[in-house]
């Protein structure tokens, strides 16, 4: 059972190139998540799936892009990469987005901006 | 709008202590509360969760929380803890957003160091 997978695990890159971050998860979730981790900021929201071309807006989105052509897949990009944009990004899913929605992590990916 | 405080932002203690980090969110309605474990260079997951009923709950590796309504807090706790438990714990908040999607608001994040 694979669960939630991401890739590359590590990816340094440098400012204004376009990075896409990979997410793939084989329990047919339908929402998937994606957040970053920040010292002092704990996790905070891009961007969400409800479904198969089904997105919207977190709590910080911009310089992001996401897509969901398929349920398993949630691909980020970043479309033109800023040192601000230096993070630990961790992808998530989960059956429901009711009240009771548990989200399951994936690894995380370490992303670093010169 | 909605927010998950914690209190303890580095915690150091020796094995054997026992341990209380505390956890308050400000969200006037219904609530579901998580403590999520990140053990050093590994993923997230889940320690306990709250939905209803007993509002002590207990979780995984001896680690027990205690739903405090009139409060609005939810800190965790452990009688006596291990070197094994050097990790960073998040609490969460699942709350309503965008209307129809419930998204977990996460606190800052609390890194516990425990010494042999």
């Known amino acids: 059972d694979a669960g939630i997978t991401q890739s590359p695990r590590y990816k340094i890159t440098e400012t204004g190139r376009q990075v896409t971050l990979m997410c793939h998860q084989t329990?047919?979730?339908?929402?998937m998540f994606w957040y970053r981790q920040d010292l002092g900021h704990g996790l905070r929201l891009i961007y969400y799936?409800?479904?198969?071309?089904?997105?919207d807006k977190g709590e910080v989105p911009d310089g992001y892009v996401v897509s969901r052509s398929k349920t398993e897949n949630f691909p980020l990009t970043l479309e033109s990469a800023t040192r601000s944009q230096t993070s630990v990004y961790f992808c998530?899913?989960?059956?429901?987005?009711?009240?009771?929605?548990?989200?399951?992590f994936g690894p995380g990916t370490r992303l670093t901006v010169l | 709008a909605q927010s998950v405080s914690q209190h303890n932002h580095h915690v150091i203690l020796s094995e054997a202590a026992s341990l209380e980090l505390g956890c308050n969110y400000s969200?006037?309605?219904?609530?579901?509360l998580f403590w999520y474990v990140q053990y050093p260079g590994q993923h997230l997951q889940l320690l306990l969760k709250?939905?209803?009923?007993?509002?002590l709950v207990k979780g995984i590796k001896g680690f027990e929380a205690e739903f405090i309504k009139s409060k609005f807090s939810f800190n965790l706790r452990k009688p006596s803890v291990q070197w094994s438990d050097t990790a960073e714990y998040f609490c969460?908040?699942?709350?309503?957003?965008?209307?129809?999607?419930?998204?977990?608001?996460f606190g800052t994040g609390t890194l516990l160091a425990v010494q042999p």
């Open positions: 998530a899913s989960s059956l429901t987005s009711g009240l009771y929605n548990e989200q399951f």
């Open positions: 329990w047919s979730h339908s929402y």
């Open positions: 799936s409800a479904a198969a071309d089904i997105t």
């Open positions: 969200y006037g309605g219904t609530v579901n």
């Open positions: 709250y939905f209803s009923g007993d509002p």
């Open positions: 969460a908040v699942n709350a309503r957003y965008g209307g129809a999607t419930n998204k977990l608001i």
